[in-house]
């Protein structure tokens, strides 16, 4: 939840709001975060300012808790995952539409927040129909829709376990490997990124994996800890 993680990033990163937005910081550096939204909401300069700082933290924490996660896959929720560029780092992605009114009454009786604040943050999230088009999957959550919540969402469930195993590569189909990984073998980086600051080694490069030192080296010299669920043995298909 990019949300949230923001929210946790925010208070433990008090100096950057207090540079920024220091009506949203307390006298003993504790930030109010709905101060802080209704301000920037507000303020497209500031919240662009701040999300120049504050995204690079997200995404790195995010990344840091993906790399340990041994789940098939990983999502992350974001309402500005193309703005913030999250997309980047992503292989598929799910929309969630909603109609508009229907957003706001949500977020009023869940936040009690004014028309004037939600539209605000609405309008800060970018374009929709553009999110639509760029999306893998589309999940309809209005009341009235034909498919439950809970159907679409366990038919985009079901088509990415189908096809978790499988990536595209430079215009080559690629399947992971039941074989098991041993001493110099070329290992695929498939993990969408990097997270890490300044790292060259992206999505599809090879590496050779030295289990003696738990490490994967890559032809451009970078060295990285052997996680499976980052570097795999793929076989073309």
């Known amino acids: 939840d990019a949300d949230s993680r923001t929210k946790a990033l925010d208070k433990n990163n008090s100096e950057i709001i207090s540079r920024l937005c220091p009506e949203a910081v307390s006298e003993h550096g504790i930030v109010d975060t709905k101060i802080l939204a209704s301000i920037v909401f507000k303020n497209k300069e500031l919240l662009d300012a701040l999300s120049k700082e504050i995204h690079p933290l997200v995404k790195s924490d995010f990344g840091g808790w993906m790399m340990k996660n041994k789940s098939t896959y990983c999502i992350i929720e974001s309402a500005i995952i193309f703005e913030s560029g999250f997309n980047e780092y992503c292989s598929k992605i799910i929309t969630v539409t909603c109609p508009l009114e ?19 943050i609405i309008n800060s999230q970018g374009n929709e129909k553009m999110k639509v088009d760029l999306s893998n999957y589309v999940i309809d959550n209005n ?58 080694t992206k999505f599809g490069d090879k590496g050779i994996v030295d289990l003696h030192f738990d490490r994967v080296t890559f032809p451009n010299g970078e060295s990285f800890v052997y996680w499976s669920s980052e570097f795999l043995k793929l076989k073309e298909l």
């Open 102 to 120: 229907v957003r706001i009454t949500r977020v009023q009786e869940r936040d009690h927040r004014t028309r004037e604040e939600i539209m605000n």
């Open 143 to 200: 009341p009235e829709s034909t498919l439950s919540i809970e159907t679409q969402v366990k038919q985009v469930h079901e088509d990415i376990i189908s096809k978790a195993n499988t990536f595209e590569i430079n215009g080559k189909s690629y399947i992971a490997s039941n074989e098991k990984v041993e001493n110099g073998d070329e290992l695929f980086c498939v993990v969408k990124g990097p997270f890490r600051e300044g790292v060259k």
